[in-house]
Every structure is written in structure tokens, then in C-alpha cells.
């Protein structure tokens, strides 16, 4: 009988923990989270640190206990301090060795923190974890706050940028990009948000320089400050990947790049040892090179994956691409590909909707939708099944819904490649 390792208990963990439980009712299964709480979902922290959400909603599969009686794991709080990949070991922080089996990676990602001056004030929030999302709150309900900067124009930094806005709060809003959601929205999408946002009372700066971060507020390349009473930092996450980072000896180290690099069996490059979620780097589907692509669905399909594998069931993960819907400020936004990859692009726009998308040699390659998002799904199908070289072809309730939506004939013909059918 196998003896599993699951390090870190993220959505990936959670997944893959359930997958094991039901394909080995009997085995060990040891999990390693030091919180010693069930799995959080990051999405949700704004809407809990905003009061739009009780804390228990943070995590939608239950507290630890409820998990751990339901899939008998046997929860380690003292966590790992480091994964040894020749001998399939754990070591925890209070020393203690465990040999296993199979052990799968999960340790998903931390904030990223920018390298500028000051970031030890105690008036900088991050907004990734359960602690991140209490610390801003706390602060918020028992501090008078005015002012507030938040760095990075992204789908958390838009979220911890409505949270503030909704306090009444003068907010900010900064990135060195030219515009907001830099990595999903094509520009011309991106200024009609910024349009949006600024009748919402919200300030832009983008295309700016950060030079230093403080109590007091941003300083920048240029000279000029920001005063702010607070300032949130929400500019992507970094993998962790320290538990399986430089360990000796050479030849049997997992292989990482920005994060730990797996196969489509979620394996890396030693035996017996596995990764999934935010930590590791999965196959881009659009590009064919592997990218960490961090996203809650993706997380949970990469841990059923590669506990399938573990548990001697050979399943591939096919892969995926970037793809993210958000609500702010009574907007919703959708990107579905790459905006960078080049394509002809088209706009179609009617009241409360626009869908530009791009096409490159008959195929999709992404589409920015604000809006009426409700046709999201039936275009992530459209792009899915060009990727895996499936004939496009719409049924008719999907091509009914593409076109109740407002989306005429032509337009929806060519983003699904049937001109000429």
C-alpha cells in the first residue's frame, strides 16, 4: 500500500487529496498546512475584507476538521520545511523525516513585493491570503483612512481598489503598464474601463515608475510623491517553490523555472514527485510552452491529474491558456487568450456589451468582452476546441445564445471560423 504526500492544501491540494481518497480508500494520505485551515480561495478575499462575505465563506469546501474526517487525511500543522525528491522524503520545521511513496507539490504562490525602497512600513496590505485580506480589514475598521494608493492595475488591484472606493476612500490606482489588466485586455478595451472607472471617482496613473514605497505614501522616478495613508501592493504572485529549491545533491534537483516544471502527467523531473497549482509551471495551450497559469479551475484540474498518476491511473492534462472574468465598480470584464498574440482584430459594440476579438489564420486567438459576460463560456468553448483541433462548428443553442446576446451573424461566423461553411 502507497504512502502519499500532499505539501501545501491550496485548491490543487484539496483536489488532489479528494482524487487519492477515492481511488486508494485505504492508503495513508499525510497533508502538510501549517495554517491550520481548510483551502481558501484567493478570489474571494476583497469581498471578505470589503464585508460583502462572512469569513467562512473564504473556504468553500469547509473548515480543516470537516475535510480531514470526510477524506481521513492526516493533517501535519508543524509543515514542511523542505521536500527531499531522491528519497521521496519531507522534512517539517520541527525536524521530523517522512519517506514516501508519491508526493505531490502544491504550495501555490505568494505576493509578489516589488524591489523599491520602504516596504516594512506598517501601513502596506498585500491581498492574496486569509491573513492579508483580516490585516487590511482590521486596519479599515479601526483607523480613520482618507487616502489610498494601490500599485498594479490588475484583477486584485481593481478589487482592492472598489473595497476602498466603497469606504469612501480617495483611491489611487497605479501600474508601469500603459493601462489596466495589461496581461488580458487588449488597450482599446482597457481605456473604455479606465473611462468607466474615472466616473466612478477613481484616479489613474498608469505608465508610472515607482521608485519607493512608505507609511506616507509612493514615491516615483520622476520626482513626484503620492501622499496615501495606506497602500495596497497587488502586482501578480510569485511561485513558492522554496520546499523543492536548491537541494543537494545536483543531479537530484526538481527542475524549476519560474516555477516547478511538470509534464503533462503533472510529474517533474524526478520520480515519484509531482506538482500542481499555482506553484508549477502547465502547458499554455496557445503556445505551446510552459507557463504557470494561475487560476482557481486550472489548479483543480492539475491536482486531480497528478493524483490520478500517483495512484497508477496514467491521465494527461491537456492544458490550458489564460482566461479571467471579474465584477468591479458594476462592470463586468471577461479576456479569454493572449491579447499579445498578433490577429486581425475586429470590435462589435450595442448597449451595455462590446466583444473585440482577434483572429489569426482562420483561427481565434482572444477576446475582450465587457459587459454582458454571459457569453463567455460558449466563446472559451469556441477557442478550446480550435486549440485541440476540434471542428468549431456551433450548435444551435450555442450560436441562439451568442446572437440573443446582441452578437450578429457575421461577427459570430467569423470568430468561429465558419465563413464559407
Not at 488532489?16 to 502538510?32: E, F, H, W
Not at 513585493?113 to 492574496?128: A, N, Q, S
Not at 515519484?272 to 499555482?278: K, T
Not at 479576456?335 to 489564420?361: C, H, I, T
Request: glycine share 12%; hydrophobic share 40%; with cysteine.
Amino acid at each position: 500500500m502507497k504512502r502519499y504526500a500532499i505539501v501545501g492544501f491550496g485548491c490543487a491540494g484539496y483536489h488532489a487529496s479528494k482524487t487519492l481518497r477515492q481511488l486508494c480508500p485505504g492508503s495513508p494520505i499525510d497533508v502538510y498546512e501549517k495554517t491550520g485551515e481548510g483551502t481558501a480561495n484567493p478570489m474571494l478575499t476583497t469581498y471578505y475584507a470589503s464585508g460583502k462575505i462572512g469569513r467562512d465563506m473564504l473556504f468553500p469546501f469547509g473548515d480543516l476538521d470537516k475535510i480531514k474526517g470526510e477524506l481521513s487525511l492526516n493533517v501535519v500543522s508543524s509543515g514542511a520545511f523542505r521536500v527531499e525528491p531522491v528519497n521521496r522524503a519531507v522534512e517539517t520545521e520541527n525536524g521530523d523525516i517522512q519517506l514516501y511513496d508519491e508526493i505531490l507539490v502544491s504550495t501555490g504562490a505568494s505576493a509578489s513585493k516589488p524591489d523599491v525602497i520602504g516596504l516594512t512600513g506598517g501601513k502596506i496590505f498585500y491581498m492574496r491570503t486569509v491573513k492579508d485580506a483580516e490585516h487590511l480589514k482590521a486596519y479599515l475598521d479601526e483607523n480613520r483612512v482618507s487616502a489610498a494608493a494601490v500599485i498594479g492595475a490588475s484583477m486584485v488591484g481593481i478589487k482592492a481598489a472598489e473595497l476602498l472606493r466603497g469606504r469612501g476612500i480617495k483611491t489611487t490606482l497605479l501600474d508601469a503598464a500603459p493601462a489596466v489588466f495589461p496581461l488580458a485586455a487588449y488597450e482599446s478595451t482597457a481605456k473604455r474601463i479606465e473611462s468607466e472607472l474615472s466616473k466612478e471617482g477613481l484616479d489613474l496613473r498608469m505608465d508610472v515608475s515607482v521608485s519607493a514605497v512608505g507609511d506616507d505614501g509612493v514615491a516615483f522616478g520622476d520626482g513626484s510623491f503620492l501622499k496615501s495613508d495606506l497602500t495596497c501592493l497587488c502586482i501578480g504572485s510569485r511561485a513558492n517553490v522554496d520546499l523543492v529549491a536548491n537541494i543537494e545533491p545536483v543531479e537530484g534537483r526538481v527542475l524549476i523555472n519560474r516555477g516547478v516544471v511538470v509534464n503533462e502527467k503533472m510529474r517533474t523531473n524526478r520520480d515519484g514527485i509531482y506538482g500542481a497549482g499555482d506553484c508549477c509551471e502547465g502547458l499554455n495551450l496557445q503556445t505551446g510552452e510552459n507557463m504557470i497559469i494561475g487560476l482557481w479551475a486550472n489548479a483543480a484540474a492539475q491536482g486531480e491529474c497528478a493524483a490520478r498518476n500517483m495512484a497508477g491511473l496514467a491521465t494527461r492534462f491537456s492544458g490550458s491558456f489564460p482566461h479571467n472574468i471579474t465584477h468591479f465598480f458594476g462592470m463586468t470584464f471577461a479576456g479569454l487568450g493572449d491579447p499579445a498574440l498578433p490577429g486581425e482584430r475586429r470590435l462589435f459594440k450595442r448597449e451595455g456589451l462590446s466583444v473585440e476579438a482577434a483572429v489569426d489564420s482562420g483561427r481565434l486567438r482572444s477576446v475582450n468582452i465587457l459587459g454582458d459576460c454571459r457569453v463567455s463560456g460558449v466563446i472559451k468553448s469556441i477557442l478550446l476546441k480550435q486549440l485541440s483541433d476540434v471542428p468549431p462548428k456551433l450548435g444551435a443553442t450555442q450560436r441562439s445564445l451568442l446572437c440573443s446576446a446582441g452578437l450578429p451573424d457575421g461577427f459570430v461566423d467569423w470568430i468561429s471560423d465558419m465563413e464559407g461553411d
